[in-house]
């Protein structure tokens, strides 16, 4: 079982997609850093420059994601992006500095002994550049993730397997956030289960669907009305459900013709 369970973690990260996208940021940066010769590199070998570059980068970026993991339990990326990009740059560049001094001296010291006394040089830099890609992966998650109905012949989505006993066969309304726990609204009532909706918005692929906030994702057949107020839209969803529509994600579900 614990086998199992690990696999699934494992299959969780790699189709997800906010960390594909995460490494794809990171890796066109580490080629420009290559091409101009950043800090100081430009007497190396290009082939050299991206070797380390592109390997430096996917580290950062694997790290960072699962650092944005912690933080986003406690800070609103939604409201307070700028808090999260410092915030991340703090968690992050600390131990990544290690990581790419040992990187550099493994690639460039040759036959010298590694030494710790270069390590505090690595810190500015590489907080410099962590500062920038944490503000780029945040202020790029401006458009909701949508998820689609499965098509006729492929597999359905996995999460309505997760629906307690009470609410099997109901249709699923919405998902909300709360705290560590969702709660599903169906058709039959609502109840909670324990799981990150981050987890659960890959597992909702097969519902036709989008999520309209933070801490919401929302089946688009089960909205039937909005309305605004304080700048913000609210759909109302069957059942008298209310779900909020971010600002983040507005526009794109506008265009999307949610509403």
């Known amino acids: 079982m614990a086998d199992t369970s690990a696999t699934h973690d494992v299959v969780r990260i790699a189709i997800d997609k906010r960390l594909m996208r995460g490494i794809g940021v990171a890796l066109a940066a580490g080629v420009v850093l ?6 100081g590199m430009d007497d190396a070998p290009l082939t050299t420059r991206l070797i380390y570059w592109l390997i430096v980068m996917l580290i ?87 998820t ?43 109840d909670l289960i324990l799981m990150r909706l981050s987890d659960a918005l890959i597992e909702l692929e097969g519902l036709e669907g989008a999520q309209t906030h933070r801490g919401w994702w929302v089946a688009r057949d089960a909205v039937r009305g909005v309305s605004r107020g304080d700048g913000r839209a609210t759909l109302t969803l069957e059942g008298g459900v209310q779900a909020p529509v971010s600002r983040r994600y507005a526009k794109a579900l506008r265009d999307a013709g949610w509403y």
Not at 34 to 39: K, N, P, S, V, Y
Not at 66 to 93: A, K, N, Q, Y
């Open 34 to 39: 290559a091409l101009t010769g950043a800090f």
């Open 60 to 146: 950062g970026s694997v790290w960072g994601h699962l650092c944005s993991r912690g933080v986003e339990r406690f800070v609103d990326l939604e409201t307070r992006p700028w808090l999260g990009v410092l915030v991340l740059t703090l968690v992050i560049s600390g131990p990544l500095s290690v990581m790419v001094w040992a990187a550099t001296a493994l690639m460039f010291s040759g036959n010298r002994s590694i030494d710790v006394a270069d390590l505090p040089l690595f810190l500015f830099p590489v907080t410099l550049v962590t500062a920038v890609l944490s503000a780029l992966n945040i202020f790029l998650q401006r458009k909701p993730v949508q």
């Open 148 to 190: 689609h109905a499965a098509p006729v012949g492929t597999a359905p989505a996995r999460f309505p397997d997760r629906l307690p006993m009470k609410l099997k066969g109901a249709t699923i309304h919405a998902v909300e956030s709360e705290d560590h726990y969702l709660r599903i609204h169906t058709d039959r009532g609502s």
